[in-house]
């Protein structure tokens, strides 16, 4: 329908108070708002109705004017029911931004002419479409609690026959639709491909949706928008739409109702995220507490409030593991700690799980670009029997099974100008032990930035170990150390073809035993001894020495 159409039926009680020469647009839609910004909410094409509630000072009706404007919807409506009439910092406004205006009378409501412009759109689409769009536009006036995507996406299911799920940017399944005859599951590595095609193809400035042929079904993948500025704060988190279908073959009023379904989701998914502000309160204040060396005692009492939202019924403390990461762009123009924080909250959920509600047990804070995850082990009982008060930690996270998964679309979402580095801690019982579970989880997630590749992890388990050390070494201290200890070897190897550095080799990884070293390259005992005196004399070291063996152990693990 055209906007025209609205001054021609006067029970509307419709005034037109500017924009005459852009009454032909078409009306798509309508929706209801009293928020300051409710960009996230339009698609293009709404009458938008407002109250104007928004309105506290008139340099207001420019910035509001302005994002109706960018988002292309096709006419504003204020009610005279707030301050008597409209103001004319508002009609300035409309007219510079050429934003057709009207005045709604106070006898009129909002909901009459809601009806009024569904009826007629939805008039103007084709058979199923109708009813479809009449219950999107139901559903959406009722508020965030419509529901949840799950209803969002049955209708899709039983108007359509469209199978369609709502996944996290890892591919977890968050919601799904049910047809008769099949299950709402998608596989994981399905949705791990689907989730790395949008990403990818977000990052490249394609306009969804993005289709994927993948297994002679093809999937078109809607993203389901955040509100960042810059698509590096939002890409990584944001939730999206995979619809079993090729959208290349739709009608446009059809990819209309899918780009409405996505607003839908979107207000859910703002809702979600709202709710985990408790969980994120409480796990800043800890790291706070832990980080400025507050006493043990007050960690505790802080922990003791925590734990009842993290693990509802859960009778005793629980041990907990701390979870360190870094998002880091390339420029360092995007702050990496929110995107960390976001990916955190679904990494650390067992990519197997269904729904939204399993991140609900995971306090994640940010401070930089580094976020802070705390995540709770509930307590069992050893052996069975808690009545000695000995309790042990439930199977805890590894820094590789964690990455297993989610890898291959996070490394997609990073392009080549970004890298998220992961360290895991073990798990401690008491809050003496936050304070080294966070240096340790910091220092694993050090030692998985030494190494190539856009999303690594390193776990506790490796900070015992040399290689802890071997990473951090500068690249011209490496080589002067090895060029010292291996380069003589090297030229008398090349000069003679002695074979000195694999006799090297064989020797330390034998533990200094001439019978094994000699047995497992095939020589005489006393040929060893030459090639190892040879060795000796080549460098000034003594490899009976435990001081030379490990010198030339690191060597040789640096070169």
């Not at 412009?117 to 559903?139: I, M, P």
Request: charge should be negative.
């Amino acid at each position: 329908m055209r906007l025209r159409a609205l001054l021609d039926t006067g029970t509307l009680g419709l005034r037109l108070l500017g924009g005459e020469e852009e009454l032909d647009r078409t009306v798509r839609g309508v929706m209801t708002t009293d928020l300051r910004d409710p960009s996230r909410y339009l698609s293009g094409g709404e009458l938008v109705l407002t109250g104007l509630a928004w309105r506290r000072e008139p340099a207001d009706s420019e910035r509001f004017v302005r994002i109706l404007a960018a988002a292309g919807v096709a006419g504003l409506a204020a009610g005279e029911a707030e301050l008597g009439s409209v103001p004319d910092d508002l009609v300035a406004a409309c007219a510079r931004h050429r934003l057709p205006l009207f005045s709604v009378v106070e006898a009129v409501s909002f909901a009459s002419i809601t009806e009024y412009v569904v009826r007629q759109v939805s008039g103007e689409r084709a058979g199923d479409l109708a009813a479809v769009v009449d219950r999107h536009r139901r559903l959406m006036t009722s508020g965030p609690a419509g529901g949840g995507p799950e209803v969002v996406l049955d209708l899709l299911g039983s108007d359509l026959d469209l199978r369609a799920w709502v996944l996290s940017p890892t591919g977890r399944q968050i919601a799904g639709s049910t047809l008769a005859g099949s299950g709402p599951e998608l596989p994981a590595e399905v949705g791990a491909r689907l989730a790395g095609e949008h990403l990818a193809a977000s990052r490249t400035g394609r306009r969804g949706p993005y289709r994927l042929p993948l297994g002679g079904t093809t999937y078109s993948l809607f993203p389901i928008r955040g509100t960042g500025r810059d698509l590096r704060e939002t890409v990584l988190s944001d939730w999206l739409l995979a619809v079993e279908a090729d959208a290349g073959d739709w009608a446009e009023e059809r990819l209309d109702l899918l780009h409405g379904v996505t607003q839908l989701i979107a207000v859910e998914r703002d809702r979600r995220d709202a709710a985990r502000t408790v969980r994120r309160r409480l796990a800043q204040e800890v790291l706070e507490l832990v980080q400025t060396g507050a006493a043990p005692a007050e960690i505790a009492a802080r922990l003791r409030v925590a734990a009842p939202v993290l693990l509802p019924g859960l009778g005793t403390a629980p041990h907990w593991q701390v979870v360190v990461a870094r998002v880091e762009w390339e420029g360092g123009d995007v702050p990496g700690g929110p995107v960390a924080q976001a990916l955190l909250e679904e990494v650390l959920v067992d990519p197997g799980t269904f729904g939204p509600d399993p991140s609900d047990r995971i306090a994640v804070a940010h401070t930089g670009d580094e976020a802070v995850a705390l995540v709770p082990l509930p307590a069992v009982p050893e052996d069975g029997d808690a009545r000695d008060g000995r309790d042990a930690p439930a199977a805890g996270l590894q820094a590789g099974p964690l990455l297993s998964v989610v890898q291959e679309p996070l490394t997609r979402g990073l392009a080549d100008d970004g890298r998220l580095t992961i360290g895991v801690s073990a798990s401690v019982h008491s809050a003496e032990g936050l304070r080294g579970a966070l240096e340790e989880a910091r220092h694993a997630r050090r030692v998985a930035a030494a190494r190539p590749g856009q999303v690594c992890a390193a776990g506790h388990e490796e900070l015992a170990s040399h290689v802890l050390l071997l990473p951090f070494v500068p690249d011209d201290v490496r080589r002067a150390f090895t060029a010292r200890l291996l380069d003589p070897l090297r030229d008398y190897d090349r000069r003679h073809r002695a074979e000195l550095i694999p006799t090297l080799e064989a020797f330390l990884d034998c533990d200094g035993s001439w019978t094994r070293c000699a047995t497992r390259l095939h020589l005489h005992v006393n040929t060893l001894r030459y090639r190892v005196g040879r060795i000796e004399q080549l460098t000034g070291r003594d490899l009976a020495r435990l001081e030379d063996k490990l010198d030339f152990f690191l060597a040789l693990r640096m070169s």
